[in-house]
């Protein structure tokens, strides 16, 4: 997918990761049990250097380094894996990167993001540069991703510590429209290798705050462009932090679809249920 960026909307990408990694830091400090559980069997002091650890990753990807950890086996890892392995990665690189006192967790955290985003005032955003899985994605996408995980992550720790934590549409779009739709219309290299499913099929998804584009699944090919009014098998219109929560699997689709912030119609409305229950994220 060809990004169209405004420089208005680069701008709020690169304050809403600042915004973010400061609401983030600051829980991060304010919390008195690191070793809580979060997600799996993650602590939140393990979800909070996996943050760091991401934004070190996108700081050296945006600048075109292909080995931002420093680690050769975990750097070709990184670039070779598909979304399936992404799990097992996490946890590599999870013992490899050892430290977990919050307060250093915070500092590097706010470090790699400070870097991502220097690096990124040089750079046109919409200029492909490496990615995960061999992928190539617009340099808006990294700054992006480094939003989505911070924003996700917050959630799951907050969640844990039984503490507020607000995605708003806003943020939420920023990540659909620069990161997640890029990622899945793109050169997205072995990153989707094996997935996707038989047939072709067409959604519209569509927003108060979001670009309309039509996602094509074409027996697991995707592309992905701006809406232009063609006939498509469904239509989604979404609240984006709700779809953000739903893609990965903070929110059951169900709950969802039943609030209504989450709604598909068109002439086949359960293929857009059925792919979004079966849509991989990283």
Not at 240 to 269: C, D, E, H, K, S
């Amino acid at each position: 997918m060809e990004l169209d960026i405004t420089d208005q909307r680069w701008q709020d990408a690169r304050d809403a990761l600042t915004a973010a990694t400061e609401r983030f830091t600051r829980m991060l400090l304010d919390c008195r049990t690191p070793d809580r559980r979060t997600i799996g069997e993650w602590s939140v002091a393990d979800t909070a250097a996996h943050v760091a650890i991401v934004a070190r990753l996108d700081a050296g990807l945006i600048d075109g380094d292909p080995a931002p950890l420093d680690a050769p086996e975990l750097d070709r890892g990184w670039q070779e894996a598909s979304l399936g392995g992404f799990a097992r990665l996490n946890a590599l690189t999870l013992e490899h990167f050892p430290e977990r006192a919050l307060d250093v967790v915070s500092n590097t955290l706010l470090d790699e993001v400070d870097l991502l985003l220097t690096r990124a005032k040089d750079v046109d955003p919409r200029e492909l540069r490496p990615w995960l899985g061999g992928a190539q994605l617009p340099a808006a996408s990294h700054v992006a991703h480094q939003l989505n995980e911070t924003l996700i992550h917050g959630l799951d720790i907050a969640r844990a510590l039984d503490v507020p934590w607000d995605i708003s549409a806003h943020e939420a779009a920023l990540t659909f429209d620069l990161f997640l739709m890029p990622m899945l219309g793109g050169r997205s290299g072995r990153l989707l290798a094996g997935g996707g499913n038989p047939g072709r099929l067409t959604l519209e998804f569509r927003s108060k705050h979001t670009t309309p584009v039509v996602l094509t699944s074409d027996n697991g090919r995707l592309h992905v462009a701006p809406a232009d009014g063609r006939k498509t098998d469904a239509r989604v219109r979404f609240d984006p932090a709700t779809m953000m929560l739903t893609i990965f699997r903070r929110t059951r689709l169900a709950r969802a679809v039943a609030t209504g912030t989450v709604f598909a119609f068109g002439r086949r409305p359960w293929a857009a249920v059925s792919y979004l229950r079966g849509m991989r994220s990283p």
